[in-house]
């Protein structure tokens, strides 16, 4: 898999999650109001019975566009059998697993409710109150594994949905007893909790200026009679993933050209600039974002018998001392 670093995916993938956790937990507010006698006495019950039904089949088509765009993207590599066996994956593997578990519990329901005619009603029932563990699998795998989770918008959205899950749920329960702002309000203290304390994370810094990274690649060499082209191609993958070419051109006694790009993931942006200084084992460069923003980058390697090269990558902000970037 992986085909693709395009930052359309990234974003593809994120949205994609956030979405289905919304309409799955508006399918389970719908099915909770539902089930209350009183609820909805206006509408016809056929009807709310189709919306519900297409809130269902939009969780699953987006769930499916969350799928598909991590599986093509190579920000985040995942195998297939990453993506559907649980625990395989080395990417936060728990909370990775809930997000697995849950989607193909809901597609188990999806098959269940094909057949629904076909199946017998109590056996229907009973498989249908998979929801709730499909909705706290998912609920715990956006706080646990999501690459937003500690945003506070995001914090807000989870807040939210478990707060009105809680509400109707209470409502359920006990109709008779105020319970559900109770509920609410436990559910949504529950969620900030854990995005605030256990589940906290410190998210990774968005074209970050300064920064210092491990470097492996490779070194490539095209020797001419009188001109000679040498190129280092690398991958940092520290805080700030990163993607670097260094290109030079030189003939037998001085550097003739060179070409330096850096492409900071999974934004897609590019730094591009020239080599200013070739070491034996290292160089420097100067490059420049579509923003404006300078940096001096450093790179430099041990020596190895092999074209293959191990060091590390080390950015600055141009024209100053190495601050603090912005995440």
């Known amino acids: 898999m992986h085909l693709t670093a395009n930052p359309v995916d990234w974003y593809a993938a994120r949205a994609g999650g956030v979405i289905a956790y919304l309409l799955l937990s508006g ?22 019975e189709d919306v519900h039904r297409f809130l269902g089949l939009l969780t699953g088509a987006f769930v499916a566009i969350h799928v598909g765009t991590i599986a093509v993207d190579s920000y985040l590599p995942f195998s297939p059998a990453q993506l559907t066996v649980p625990l395989l994956s080395t990417y936060r593997p728990v909370w990775t697993a809930l997000g697995i578990v849950a989607a193909e519990l809901l597609l188990a329901l999806a ?6 005619d076909r199946l017998p009603y109590r056996f229907w029932r009973r498989a249908h109150y998979l929801n709730f563990a499909v909705w706290g699998a998912a609920t715990m795998h956006g ?44 559910g949504a203290l529950l969620v900030a909790g854990l995005a605030l304390g256990p589940l906290h994370a410190n998210p990774r810094p968005w074209n970050a200026v300064d920064f ?14 009188t001109r000679g082209l040498l190129s280092l191609v690398g991958d940092g993958r520290g805080r700030q993933r990163v993607l670097v070419r260094a290109d030079l051109l030189i003939d037998t006694r001085r550097l003739e050209t060179t070409a330096f790009q ?35 980058v450093r790179a430099s390697w041990q020596p190895r018998d092999s074209a293959e090269l191990v060091g590390a990558i080390v950015s600055r902000r141009a024209g100053g001392s190495a601050r603090r970037s912005r995440s």
């Open 27 to 48: 399918g389970v507010l719908l099915g909770l109001t539902m089930a209350r006698k009183r609820a909805f006495e206006r509408w016809p019950r056929f009807a709310l």
């Open 111 to 116: 098959v269940t409710n094909h057949y629904r």
């Open 143 to 186: 706080l646990g594994s999501g690459t937003d989770r500690s945003a506070p918008w995001l914090v807000a959205v989870y807040a939210v949905a478990v707060a009105a899950v809680a509400w109707a749920l209470a409502a359920r329960i006990v109709p008779r007893r105020s319970l559900g702002p109770a509920a609410a309000a436990a």
């Open 212 to 225: 210092r990274d491990t470097l492996t690649g490779r070194i490539e060499q095209q020797l001419g009679p």
């Open 262 to 296: 850096m492409e900071l993931l999974p934004s897609g942006a590019v730094c591009r600039g020239s080599v200013t200084r070739v070491e034996d084992f290292g160089l420097e460069a100067h490059c420049t974002t579509p923003d404006g923003v300078g940096r001096v």
